[in-house]
Each structure stands twice: as structure tokens, then as C-alpha cells.
């Protein structure tokens, strides 16, 4: 037997474009992470990197098999929202499900609040999915109606914000960018060199 091992780059090609699919609108999921990246996504999109081709797909692939059939698009205040299931969210992580806490997320926060104001309701559930070791809890979060809608007004303002970068095009300040996500992100070339 002789086994031959290589990067199947017409493949990561394939799934890159359907990761990238262009979509019109401003989502919900614009807005919860740095707008800067937003921007770039939208306007001057970069190949993604095998390391997130592999994380974008296991966390689209879980998603779909846990709720295969698609939630329907919402749009509230020009702000398209598409929700994993009906009032759910599902996340993968490779933390340890020993030291996770649920309430430390908090753009994941902020996009489910998002999705409570869109769809009319004080509870959401979130569906983490944790790799290794493998395993899966659900946990359900309350909001009060007030909670609700000072996250909406911050979503409104980082819209208008991105907005105004779209139509100036001068790239928003990166106002909430985790180092996790500096250090994956694929515009970083673009966002240190244009300031
Ligand atoms: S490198 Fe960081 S600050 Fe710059 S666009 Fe990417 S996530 Fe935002």
C-alpha cells in the first residue's frame, strides 16, 4: 500500500466560496464582533484560512444537523437576523466544558438578546456543542424586556455606524475585536496597514 498525503486546495477553494457567499443587507451577526472586520468583509473580502475553512465548517456542519431545517430570515430596523432554530443558538467551542461559563460570551450574548427582540420573546436557548471531550448542554437564559432593548439600541447604533463606513468608506474603529479574533482574522494585513 502506498499512501500519499496533501492539501486538497480545490476543496478548501470550494468550501471558501461557500463560506463567503455574498449577502446584501446589514446582519445581526455583523454587529456583535469588530466592525472593522465587518467592513472588510463586506468591501474588500480576503480568502479565509485553512484554520478557519476547518472552524467555520464544523461549526456550520453541527448547526445543520442539529437543526437541519433553516430558520427563516427576520429584519427588524434594517437589520436582517437569521436564527440557527426557532428561538436557538448553537455554538461550538474546543473549551472545556469544566470551566465554561455561560455568561461570559458576550457577543454571543448580544446576538441572542438581538434575536429575542426580533422574535418577540424574554427566552432563548443555546445549544453548546463542545469537542473535546465531546459533549452537549443546552442552557436557557431569561431576559428582561429592558435588557432586551437597551441590546437593541447598542445594535442600532453599531449599524448606523457601519453604515456610514459603508458610505464613506472609511473603515470603522475596531471597538470590540477579542485577541482570539486578531489573531484568525483575515483582514488583519489590510486593518493594521489602512490604520
Ligand atoms: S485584525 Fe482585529 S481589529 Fe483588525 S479587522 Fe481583524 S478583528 Fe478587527
Redesign the pocket.
Known amino acids: 500500500m502506498q499512501v500519499t498525503e496533501v492539501t486538497n486546495f480545490e476543496l478548501v477553494k470550494q468550501v471558501q466560496e461557500r463560506l463567503q457567499k455574498e449577502r446584501t443587507g446589514i446582519h445581526l451577526s455583523d454587529l456583535d464582533?469588530?466592525l472593522?472586520?465587518s467592513y472588510?468583509r463586506k468591501l474588500n473580502p480576503q480568502p479565509l484560512s485553512l484554520k478557519q475553512v476547518v472552524l467555520f465548517s464544523v461549526g456550520f456542519g453541527v448547526q445543520e444537523y442539529m437543526y437541519p431545517n433553516a430558520e427563516k430570515e427576520y429584519e427588524l430596523d434594517g437589520i436582517k437576523c437569521s436564527p440557527d432554530g426557532y428561538k436557538i443558538e448553537v455554538k461550538t467551542t474546543r473549551e472545556s466544558m469544566k470551566n465554561y461559563d455561560p455568561t461570559r460570551h458576550e457577543n454571543w450574548t448580544m446576538r441572542m438578546k438581538g434575536y429575542c427582540k426580533v422574535l418577540e420573546t424574554l427566552e432563548y436557548q443555546l445549544d453548546v456543542v463542545f469537542i473535546i471531550p465531546a459533549e452537549i448542554k443546552t442552557f436557557h437564559y431569561t431576559y428582561t424586556q429592558n435588557e432586551i432593548d437597551l441590546n437593541w439600541e447598542q445594535m442600532l447604533y453599531r449599524k448606523n455606524l457601519l453604515q456610514t463606513a459603508f458610505d464613506t468608506n472609511i473603515p470603522p474603529s475596531?471597538d470590540f475585536?477579542p485577541d482570539w479574533?486578531?489573531k484568525y482574522?483575515e483582514?488583519?494585513g489590510a486593518?493594521?496597514s489602512l490604520g
Open positions: 464582533l469588530c472593522k472586520a472588510f475596531p475585536h479574533l486578531c482574522c483582514h488583519s486593518c493594521y
